[in-house]
């Protein structure tokens, strides 16, 4: 039985395919035309068919299989059209590409921010400076007596000599500030209200009540710059949203100025096609396609773009988040951003494509 | 998919295939070019049309095609008001009569075989169904076997007998000529009128515009001939 498994082997299958699909209606054809209509071969020959017959022709499955080929034929006719003209077609793709990945790049680019800033706001915290007299020791039990305090979820002191340490190993001025001989930096206490603090008053009280301390120098909450880089945040977002739609536009317009071209170019085959009885549809059809297939690659190719982009971005961003021990991974566009990218690309194409067709074949006339 | 056209029969005019009611034609830029034109074509009559070059043949033709719309009066196209259709419904009246022209207007860059298929592929035809009626048609101009040729490799009165074929291929009830022998010499141009008498005896109407006179005489069919625009005698 092992030889059986040859049967099964791709090109077998495509045969199969291809002869279940055509084959066996060519064999069956000629019986049913015997059928319908016995005295055609001889008519045909001898003399010219009169106009006996209306504008109809075929059973309904031979016109439905007509429907399909129709389409299948614009669809592949236009890709081959596509790349019958390869510079074009990559100019044409090249540019949309480009408008397409800077929108969608911008958009990685602000849901990555966005998640930064996610990170950022989990740990959004007081920071309390102690007096500069305040010993290791003593700034310990301040620490422990705020660790006390209802509305405190969690405490974290960093010695002058922590801190002194963490700035050697990354600023790279270690050895200025070594020469100082004295170690500038205070004690500092970093306190995480209770999550349920969601309230800028209740939150103002308590940075009150540390102000008063007698250990603290001065107290400061990180809120506000975790709200301003929100509100920059929400700014990108909405210049991100504004870009796209500039950049969808200026696709639509590209697309449609290369289909009118095209539209140019094959102008004497759709007037042939008008004068025996072509719809719009059917003229409009192979055109449409034509921008389907040049959004398609568009979207792809502007895949392509972000990738590159974001795998040169990639260390350096990762390498930021490791400073701040953020629990981040950079974004990439999932499989269904991907999807909505792709469609969107290619709807704009076909959009582009449609509102030309409709204009140039209502001024187009026959002659 | 296909609508149906309007209608308008009257009983007088129950057989006829072509109908203008005193039918006028103006361009903006050069005035009248047709003038109160009446007459009428039986179904399965044959035709010339003919007259000075500028008399105003083409155009009466393109207004029986709807490429042009007349200006004042009514035709009737096997008993649809051209007046009335909408823009939408042109491509299933021009359907219904089978065009052909002086240069032929043949894709270059496709075989005889496609270039005859193209108005049966436009109404819906199986594949099978385009295969059988090409092969039928270029038979019936003596074409058979020259399918897969491109038009270029043809001569020119191969090329018009591609264009009969192209615009017979889908049985239309009526045939416009417009000057479909001026680019053949005399003996090609009699056998395309002799094609045209074949289609004419099978049932089908033939309207052919030509000013070959000599041509025109040799057979005998009715002559509608323009001057400046009016119907001198028909
Ligand atoms: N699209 C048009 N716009 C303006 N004038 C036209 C147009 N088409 C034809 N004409 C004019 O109409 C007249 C008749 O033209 P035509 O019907 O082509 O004559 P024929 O076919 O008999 O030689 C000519 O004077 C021509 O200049
Ligand atoms: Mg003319």
New interface residues.
């Given amino acids: 039985m092992k030889g059986r498994k040859n049967t099964a082997s791709f090109p077998n299958i495509l045969a199969m395919i291809f002869r279940s699909l055509y084959g066996e209606r060519e064999k069956r054809m000629p019986a049913r035309h015997q059928r319908h209509h016995p005295k055609n071969k001889k008519t045909a020959q001898t003399r010219p068919d009169g106009p006996q017959t209306r504008v109809s022709g075929g059973d309904f499955s031979d016109k439905l299989h007509a429907y399909f080929d129709l389409h299948a034929h614009a669809l592949f006719s236009s890709l081959g059209r596509l790349v019958d003209s390869p510079y074009t077609s990559i100019m044409t793709i090249t540019v949309l590409a480009i408008a397409i990945s800077l929108a969608s790049g911008f958009y990685i680019v602000v849901a990555n921010l966005q998640q930064l800033a996610g990170n950022l706001e989990a740990s959004n915290q007081i920071s309390l400076f102690l007096r500069d007299d305040i010993s290791d020791a003593n700034a310990r039990k301040f620490a422990a007596s705020i660790k006390r305090n209802p509305s405190v979820q969690e405490v974290k002191l960093i010695t002058k000599s922590e801190a002194m340490e963490e700035f050697q190993t990354y600023s790279g001025f270690g050895e200025a500030v070594k020469s100082l001989g004295k170690n500038p930096l205070p004690n500092v206490v970093q306190v995480l209200p209770e999550n349920a603090l969601e309230d800028r008053q209740e939150l103002e009280n308590l940075l009150n009540t540390f102000k008063q301390a007698f250990e603290v120098d001065f107290a400061q909450m990180d809120m506000d710059w975790v709200r301003r880089l929100q509100s920059f945040m929400e700014l990108a977002r909405r210049a991100g949203i504004l870009l796209s739609l500039l950049l969808g536009v200026a696709v639509l317009f590209v697309t449609g100025n290369t289909i009118r071209l095209e539209l140019h170019n094959r102008r004497e085959e759709v007037v042939i096609a008008k004068l025996v009885g072509a719809t719009n549809s059917f003229i409009q059809r192979p055109f449409l396609y034509s921008g389907f297939w040049i959004g398609f690659f568009s979207g792809v190719a502007a895949w392509f773009i972000v990738a590159v982009m974001m795998l040169i971005l990639k260390r350096p961003i990762e390498e930021l988040s490791g400073l701040y021990e953020g629990d981040f991974h950079l974004l990439f566009l999932s499989y269904s951003e991907t999807l909505v990218l792709l469609f969107i690309s290619s709807l704009l194409g076909v959009l582009g494509s449609w509102a030309v067709l409709s204009y140039q074949l209502q001024q187009l006339k026959p002659e | 998919m296909r609508k149906p056209l309007s209608t308008h029969y009257s009983s007088t005019t129950e057989n006829v295939m072509l109908k203008f009611d005193r039918v006028s034609k103006r361009y903006p830029e050069t005035g009248d070019v047709l003038r109160n034109i009446s007459f009428h074509l039986q179904h399965g009559e044959m035709a010339f049309l003919t007259g000075h070059s500028g008399a105003g043949k083409s155009t009466l033709l393109?207004l029986i095609?709807v490429?042009e719309r007349s200006s004042r009066g009514q035709i009737l196209l096997d008993g649809h008001n051209l007046n009335h259709a909408k823009d939408?419904q042109i491509?299933?009246l021009?359907?219904?009569i089978g065009?052909i022209f002086q240069d032929y207007?043949l894709?270059q860059d496709r075989t005889v075989f496609d270039n005859v298929a193209?108005?049966?592929?436009?109404?819906?035809?199986?594949?099978?169904?385009?295969s059988?009626?090409v092969?039928?048609s270029l038979?019936?101009v003596g074409l058979l076997g020259k399918e897969r040729k491109y038009p270029l490799a043809l001569s020119g009165g191969e090329q018009q007998r591609v264009g009969i074929a192209?615009a017979?291929v889908?049985?239309?009830?009526m045939i416009l000529a417009d000057e479909p022998t001026g680019n053949l010499d005399p003996e090609l141009s009699a056998e395309i009128m002799h094609l045209f008498e074949?289609?004419q005896?099978?049932?089908?109407t033939v309207l052919i515009a030509s000013h070959d006179i000599s041509l025109i005489s040799q057979m005998n069919y009715r002559v509608l001939k323009l001057d400046h625009g009016q119907l001198v005698a028909s």
Avoid: T
């Fill in positions: 393109k095609a490429i939408r491509p299933y021009r359907r219904k065009l207007k894709l193209l108005p049966l592929l436009i109404a819906g035809y199986g594949r099978h169904e385009v059988r009626r092969r039928a038979d019936k192209r017979v889908n049985k239309p009830p074949q289609f005896q099978v049932g089908v």
